[in-house]
């Protein structure tokens, strides 16, 4: 760019960024607006990248950049990166996919607000205090972000344990290291400016984010995963507060705000505090129990697919309760398939999604409307739970914890007051279930022992497809 | 200085409340997609990478910041994509599959 050019585009630049910016906020707004409906979400999807395009190409135009090439060279490599990812991951490993854009989130934040610390220690800019301390914010939550992320993307992808791990006194060492950080972080926001703390201060935070999700148990990633992303648009936020910059201010809030709704909903659906989901270490401990007997010799009845088959197919009613069981065994299109045949024979099906079934907030619904089951028929808790005493047959596949009734009444469980789905007041439960181990909270599960319950032992996609082939056999 | 944080304070607190507006009315069924969708919109932090990439200072602060326009970049470009494949799933019967 010549001088003359240079400085004209200097004149309006500030104002063209700052309307492209506005521009940008308001179509993620109305963005994510759209995603109340699944007949408006998609376009709702495409304001928010057309907002994310817009406010790129006008950043562009700042009169800070002298060279567009490492611009281009890293988007070119993250672009590359993004959209292998998106168009090669499975549906079943969305979880894993979220955690991990989540961290990216949260690191690029980290990153840029340690750029500006770098600047400060360098003498090129001047920092005043309040500017320090979102620096400071900005670093703690963005890597904190990003390395929490990736612990909880190496437990989905189960490359480490998906238990809790704990170890004896965790809370206390945890503590001290939390608030030493803190200590620290407001030792630098006061000092001046301090490279080899700095670093410190960064790599503490990367420490507090294993630290923070180590304890947390595979069944409790769907708040875990929740909370990333509240961490990671509140970490864009404070970026926006170092730069001054409203967007980065405004997208980050939404994002934070939704996070937020998100972590709420997943605590209530398990009625169990943040508190109590992030320092509870539920699920660290599995209690043994019998082959098929329960701990005080109750025994449960199996049944086979023939014999199940016949239940489903002259049933009136069926409701499907999958769970990350289904997942798990990649089973979403056997049950789409075991459904057609039945509504083919004028059975009506349903099914009952538990708001924390599988591993993040929505996980069954992606997986069943991967499958293409029509989305009218996945019908919330609220609205299904009257449903089941009029339900002929109840489909368990997969979902242990979330069904068990002992929540309802046995203030002894640790899961007492949870609300479930009350499958057990169907006409018949048939549950899917690989062996008699305990569900992830390892408690035994009443319905296994019900009257009304049958057992369908074995891998859940096999169980389906032989289900298939009986009622297409049998009838 | 002090007014510029203020400012910027009313902005971060009323985005919360439209935030939580906007995302309440979302259903249950759109949880994932809400999530990667409103993570990819928290990629705007590549805004601010951008502009540290730009400006060509230090080798270690161009570094840093082409690490953090990647980051942003897959955050962003991996984020809206997944979302969109995501959703074209949603079909209520009849509504053509595919």
């Not at chain 1, 989305?375 to 449903?387: A, R, S, V």
């Given at each position: 760019m010549n001088d003359v050019a240079r400085s004209g585009a200097l004149a309006f630049a500030p104002l063209i960024i700052e309307i492209a910016y506005l521009v940008a906020a308001v179509l993620f707004i109305i963005g994510l607006k759209r995603l109340s409906s699944p007949a408006t979400a998609r376009s709702g999807n495409v304001m928010g990248a057309t907002g994310m395009l817009v406010a790129v190409l006008a950043t562009l135009l700042h009169w800070d950049i002298v060279s567009w090439w490492w611009i281009v060279a890293g988007i070119a490599i993250g672009g590359t990166i993004g959209v292998v990812m998106a168009r090669t991951v499975k549906m079943t490993g969305m979880p894993q996919m979220v955690a991990l854009l989540n961290g990216f989130g949260g690191g690029a934040s980290a990153l840029v607000a340690g750029d500006e610390y770098i600047r400060f220690a360098a003498g090129s800019i001047d920092a005043p205090m309040n500017v320090q301390a979102t620096i400071m914010l900005s670093v703690l939550i963005g890597a904190l972000t990003f390395s929490g992320s990736l612990v909880a993307f190496g437990k989905l992808q189960e490359l480490i344990t998906g238990r809790a791990v704990t170890y004896p006194g965790q809370k206390v060492v945890n503590g001290l290291i939390f608030g030493g950080t803190f200590l620290l972080a407001a030792y630098l926001v006061a000092a001046d400016a301090n490279m080899p703390l700095y670093l410190t201060l960064s790599v503490a935070a990367l420490v507090i984010g294993v630290l923070f999700v180590m304890p947390i148990g595979g069944a409790d990633m769907p708040v875990v995963i929740s909370l990333l992303n509240s961490f990671s648009g509140i970490a864009a936020s404070m970026t926006g507060f170092v730069l001054g910059n409203n967007v980065l201010i405004i997208a980050g809030a939404l994002v934070g705000a939704s996070g937020i709704i998100l972590t709420k909903i997943m605590c209530d659906a398990m009625n169990r505090s943040l508190t109590n989901v992030l320092f509870g270490a539920f699920g660290s401990n599995v209690t043994a129990i019998g082959d098929t007997a329960g701990a005080d010799g109750r025994s449960v009845r199996d049944i086979t697919a023939e014999d199940a088959s016949i239940l489903l197919a002259y049933a009136r009613s069926v409701v499907f309760v999958p769970g990350y069981g289904m997942a798990v065994s990649q089973a979403q299109h056997q049950v789409r398939e075991l459904a057609d045949l039945l509504q083919s024979r004028g059975v009506e099906v349903k099914y009952a999604i538990h708001p924390v079934a599988g591993r993040m907030p929505g996980h069954m619904n992606v997986l069943l409307a991967e499958a293409n089951v029509?989305?009218?028929?996945?019908?919330?808790?609220?609205?299904?739970?009257?449903?089941?005493?009029?339900?002929?047959?109840?489909?368990?596949?997969?979902?242990?914890?979330?069904?068990?009734?002992?929540?309802?009444h046995d203030t002894a469980s640790p899961i007492y007051g949870m609300p479930i789905l009350d499958v057990d007041r169907a006409k018949t439960a048939i549950v899917m279930k690989r062996s008699m181990n305990p569900g992830f909270a390892g408690i035994e599960n009443e319905l296994f022992f019900a009257d009304n319950t049958r057992m369908l032992f074995g891998d859940a996609k096999k169980s389906l497809t032989a289900l298939v082939q009986h009622v297409k056999a049998g009838v | 200085m002090a007014e510029g944080l203020l400012l910027s304070l009313y902005i971060f607190v009323l985005a919360i409340f439209v935030g939580f507006e906007v995302i309440t009315k979302v259903p249950q069924m759109l949880h994932t997609p809400l999530m990667s969708g409103s993570n990819a919109i928290s990629g705007i932090t590549i805004v601010g990478a951008v502009v540290v990439a730009g400006r060509v200072e230090s080798s270690l602060s161009t570094g840093l910041a082409v690490v953090a326009v990647a980051f942003a970049t897959i955050n962003v470009v991996g984020g809206f994509l997944v979302t969109d494949r995501m959703l074209q799933m949603f079909k209520r019967r009849g509504e053509d599959a595919k």
């Open positions: 029509s989305y009218d028929q996945l019908i919330e808790m609220e609205q299904i739970n009257p449903e089941f005493d009029r339900t002929d047959v109840a489909v368990v596949i997969g979902a242990n914890d979330v069904v068990n009734p002992a929540a309802r | -």
